[in-house]
């Protein structure tokens, strides 16, 4: 094996001391820096620890909803939260989503090894490191996965064996690792940091010197010999001590300073070049030099809408199309809402307008403060400025009814004048009086029970069309089911015509 291998692989420097990568690493895990750039080694920089623990962690915290397919129903009991809740026996549902974020994040592929019971439920999604699992294609042009397992025993799963998430993909089969494209950003991130330590190592000295020596070495084990003894007396717990020369001997400091080699500006622009690896803006990972009070807040929701969001849109696609059985039916969504809800003044005040407006009521507004709901505020409230077109019609003929009864039930004022002998009223002038006030009447309860879906009661239907109760009770009886597909012409009509029977 290790000859077939001599030809990608070599070591990273001549040292072959037991701290030393003597044990060789793969070429192709090398940048340009000379730094060894793998998914590990990169989480050793605290850039990239920071970017893959907060993404992480937010997918985790997120509230999984199921919902009707088209609508925003909840559907509140479906076996997936239980799944979700406890995917497998020795990790909870934070820890596990948590976990396949950061393997999507830094490798491009999560792997979920699938358990089924005699049904074909799902009962465990237990997950699989991706530097342990490859992919084979067969034959059909299918493929299978080749899972290697803590005894070093392979095996082979189907497709319906792994759920499997991938990130961008240039083959549609896996994703692309953000480690490998940004192979030469973080070999350069951890370059720099090696170099800080080494620096202070040597007492924050660069990088040494030379010695000048007047006369010539025997031979070259001499010299060999002669650095030794130096490099012997000057390392370790001699580091700092006196050097005493002899022989006309001189040594001579060389190197450049940390100002001429931009250690510090190129370990700021690292943390830059990482947040924009990941989609995360710099105040996130504790960068605030382009900070402002002004503008933090808008690149707070731009991580949420540019970066989060894609992440939770890799999980609900895998969810409803791998573990929704149903999924034609439901859909699978995260709330961003205790990502959204800024500072008190601003939650407070977005919970006034909406209770205000009518479409939050007072116990939504308290669940989603984490308080407990009460009694008597499930109701949303009604701005009294605002109402609908037909209920204001309703309303408008309800005034002017009102009034036109108290005039009827309020005496006329009395005249000094001698009144003039009453005369009979006109009988056409009376229908015609009586049938505008029964259309008007009939109208009105046609709207009402076209807007609610259901008949008015008894007593409304018989005192304002004059008919008797018996009557009412016969045509809501006749008519109930058929309100939600008539229109208030039709209804209106009905009513009339229920009206002038004798």
């Known amino acids: ?63 999984l909803e199921l919902r009707k397919a088209g609508t925003r129903k909840r559907v509140a009991e479906h076996p997936v939260y239980a799944l979700f809740r406890r995917p497998n026996p020795w990790q909870n549902g934070f820890e596990w989503r948590q976990m396949l974020t950061g393997h999507l994040l830094l490798r491009g592929n999560a792997y ?4 089924e019971d005699a049904r074909g439920a799902i009962t465990a999604l237990t997950p699989r490191h991706p530097d342990k699992v490859s992919i084979e294609m067969l034959p059909s042009g299918s493929y299978r996965y080749r899972v290697t397992d803590p005894d070093g025993r392979s095996r082979f799963l189907a497709r319906n064996q792994m759920w499997h998430l991938r990130g961008l993909s240039s083959n549609g089969i896996t994703g692309m690792s953000v480690i ?82 931009q250690f510090l500006e190129s370990r700021q622009f690292q943390i830059s070049e990482i947040a924009r ?20 807040e808008q690149q707070s929701l731009e991580y949420i809408h540019d970066g989060l969001l894609y992440w939770a849109e890799v999980w609900k696609h895998a969810i409803e199309s791998d573990i929704l059985f149903d999924h034609e ?9 205790k990502l959204l809800r800024g500072d008190s003044t601003a939650r407070y005040g977005n919970y006034a307008k909406g209770i205000a407006a ?7 507004a308290r669940e989603d403060d984490g308080r407990e709901p009460l009694d008597g505020l499930d109701e949303p409230l009604r701005p009294l400025n605002m109402v609908e077109e037909a209920a204001a019609e309703d309303e408008e003929s309800d005034a002017e009814n009102a009034e036109d009864a108290e005039d009827a039930k309020s005496p006329a004022p009395e005249s000094d004048e001698p009144k003039a002998p ?45 008919v008797s109760r018996a009557t009412a009770s016969t045509w809501i009886a006749g008519s109930a089911a058929a309100l939600k597909s008539t229109s208030v012409a039709d209804v209106t009509a009905e009513l009339i015509t229920l009206a002038s029977q004798p």
């Open 329 to 337: 039916k439901l859909e699978a969504e995260f709330s961003f809402s």
């Open 358 to 364: 009518g479409w939050l009521t007072r116990n939504e």
């Open 180 to 261: 490998e494209s940004a192979r030469e950003s973080m070999g350069l991130g951890i370059a720099a940091q090696s170099y800080g330590a080494r620096y202070f190592n040597n007492d924050a000295r660069p990088t040494g010197g030379w010695i000048e020596y007047p006369g010539r070495f025997a031979d070259k084990a001499a010299r060999t010999m002669f650095r030794d003894s130096v490099q012997a007396a000057q390392g370790d717990a001699n580091r700092g001590k006196m050097m005493v020369l002899d022989s006309g001997m001189k040594y001579h400091e060389v190197g450049i300073s940390n100002k001429d080699g």
């Open 277 to 296: 690896w990941f989609g995360i803006p710099p105040h996130k990972l504790a960068d605030l030099s382009r900070a402002t009070f002004s503008n933090i």
């Open 112 to 115: 979920s090894e699938i358990t």
């Open 1 to 63: 094996m290790f000859l077939t291998r001599i030809g990608t692989i070599s070591a990273a420097s001549e040292d072959r001391s037991p701290t030393d990568d003597f044990w060789f690493q793969p070429v192709s895990r090398r940048s340009m820096s000379g730094a060894i750039v793998t998914a590990d080694s990169a989480m050793r920089l605290s850039a990239v620890w920071r970017a893959i623990n907060l993404i992480s962690g937010h997918i985790a915290m997120l509230p």
């Open 422 to 466: 009453e005369k009979a009223d006109d009988p056409a002038e009376s229908a015609s009086r009586f049938a505008a006030l029964l259309h008007n009447n009939a109208a009105r309860l046609a709207r009402r029970m076209i807007k609610s879906g259901e008949p008015a009661s008894v007593d409304l239907i018989a005192e304002s069309l004059a």
